[in-house]
């Protein structure tokens, strides 16, 4: 998978703002699998995460008007309507719930709770195992979650400038794994 | 804090990925648009998690792309305002359906009648602004040829004054006490092309049924070089071989086939 010589990103999103079925399918063939390992590390069920991508493809879809270019490229765009969709979903499913009443503090190896094995080896959640403990927590509460700072202040009991400033040095930190 | 500290500092992974606050989000895009160094730095990181993310994508079920097709598919239809109606409809929803069927079909009749008698209206109009314009186009073209042959009159008359062989006969009274006091007339005779051209200078005006005649002495005897109406500019004349002289008198309309009357201007060619 990757990009290849098919589409400049620029001609993509022309091709798919005239609502060019080959672009799109180019677009689908190209980033659905990125995309739907992040569903599936969010939301951690098959099932739910199919019914995720198809809203997010039907979303890109229905949105590209709105997607921006000098905020940054189209997968960051796409990759924040997933995770955005997932989270949500997430949310809605009482997934939430579940996981507050099991209580968050205890919680801190939160990938150790996935029934799913298969999911803890792949994509970002393969590189968060390298972070450490503390540092993991707050990017899967923050990233994979959707906790606001202020929300993982009150869970885990710290300061929000604390939160913030490990949340940073965490990242900082994935991106070098990224390398 | 400076730039570069401010690209280190994590703010460019955490806005990427959606974990900025609404503050945050608007001092980095500010910061971007100020500094090309945060761009660059927002666009790296963009490109790199772009490039693990694809590295570690997972294959979704086959049969979910036919279903998003599909799916958007139908959107597109609605988008471009197609419409599936069903035909089957019970017989109680089929009356009060008809009602309105029949009432909006009531209306479109009526204002179709008013658009057609609103086009056929506008259709008359232009049908009769139309026709203005053909007339206009047609007097048009029946002044451009006439200023095509006076242009055509004009270059030939200009085509005199360039002829190199051209000889200029000014013709000037007969006797002091002759008809003609003050007449004066000239004439331009080609040595090639042997054409006459008269520029009437100075004659009185003839009573209506008399006419002047212009005549080219040769050998002593007048031969008819035409008649003429007196006309601002040359006048082109019969064509004259070789002449010693040529001479104006006034004769009855339509001219003589010799002067029956005496000479009105008259002089000699150079040749």
Redesign the interface.
């Known amino acids: 998978?990757?990009?290849t010589s098919t589409y400049t990103e620029q001609e993509l999103i022309s091709a798919l703002r005239e609502?060019d079925?080959q672009a799109?399918?180019y677009l689908?063939?190209?980033?659905?699998?990125?995309?739907?390992?992040?569903v599936?590390q969010i939301v951690q069920d098959t099932e739910l995460?199919?019914d995720v991508?198809?809203e997010v493809?039907?979303n890109i879809?229905?949105k590209i008007e709105t997607y921006d270019a000098?905020?940054?490229?189209l997968?960051?765009w796409m990759?924040?309507i997933t995770?955005?969709a997932s989270i949500d979903t997430l949310r809605s499913k009482g997934y939430q719930n579940s996981q507050k009443n099991q209580g968050f503090p205890e919680n801190v190896n939160i990938s150790g709770q996935v029934t799913q094995t298969n999911i803890d080896n792949?994509?970002?959640t393969?590189?968060l195992a390298k972070l450490k403990p503390e540092h993991r927590v707050l990017i899967e509460l923050?990233?994979l979650k959707g906790y606001?700072?202020e929300e993982i202040a009150q869970i885990e009991d710290i300061p929000l400038g604390t939160v913030k400033t490990r949340?940073?040095?965490a990242?900082?930190q994935?991106?070098e794994y990224?390398? | 804090m400076n730039v570069q500290e401010y690209i280190?500092?994590?703010?460019v992974?955490?806005y990427?990925?959606?974990?900025s606050?609404a503050e945050e989000k608007a001092e980095f895009?500010r910061m971007?648009a100020a500094h090309s160094e945060v761009r660059a730095a927002?666009?790296a990181?963009?490109?790199?998690?772009?490039?693990?993310?694809?590295?570690?994508?997972?294959?979704?079920?086959a049969n979910?792309?036919s279903?998003?097709?599909s799916?958007?598919d139908i959107?597109?239809d609605k988008?471009q305002g197609k419409k599936v109606v069903s035909m089957k409809q019970s017989p109680a929803m089929q009356s009060g359906w008809l009602r309105y069927v029949a009432a909006a079909a009531v209306i479109l009749l009526v204002g179709s009648t008013i658009m057609n008698f609103y086009f056929f209206t506008q259709y008359r109009k232009y049908i009769s602004k139309y026709d203005d314009l053909v007339a206009t186009q047609t007097q048009m073209a029946k002044l451009n040829e006439t200023l095509q042959t006076k242009v055509q009159d004009y270059q030939a008359q200009l085509n005199i004054f360039s002829d190199t062989s051209m000889s200029i006969v000014r013709m000037l009274p007969a006797a002091p006490d002759g008809p003609a006091i003050g007449g004066h007339t000239t004439v331009y005779w080609s040595g090639n092309s042997k054409d006459v051209y008269l520029v009437v200078n100075n004659l009185p005006k003839p009573a209506v049924d008399k006419q002047y005649q212009l005549w080219a002495i040769v050998d002593g005897q007048p031969v008819d070089a035409g008649v003429f109406d007196i006309q601002n500019g040359p006048v082109k004349m019969k064509n004259i071989p070789n002449a010693q002289a040529f001479a104006i008198t006034l004769e009855p309309k339509g001219g003589s086939t010799a002067p029956t009357m005496p000479i009105y201007v008259v002089g000699k060619t150079t040749g």
């Open positions: 998978m990757g990009i609502r079925n799109y399918s689908y063939d190209n980033y659905s699998g990125a995309l739907y390992s992040i599936l995460a199919n991508l198809q493809f039907i879809w229905r000098s905020r940054g490229r997968f960051t990759l924040n995770r955005n792949i994509g970002l393969k590189i923050a990233y606001t700072h949340i940073r040095n990242l900082l994935l991106k990224m390398q | 280190l500092s994590g703010v992974e955490s990427v990925l959606g974990l606050n895009e971007c927002r666009d990181f963009e490109q790199l998690l772009e490039k693990q993310l694809l590295s570690q994508a997972i294959a979704p079920p979910l792309k279903k998003i097709i799916e958007i959107e597109n988008r």
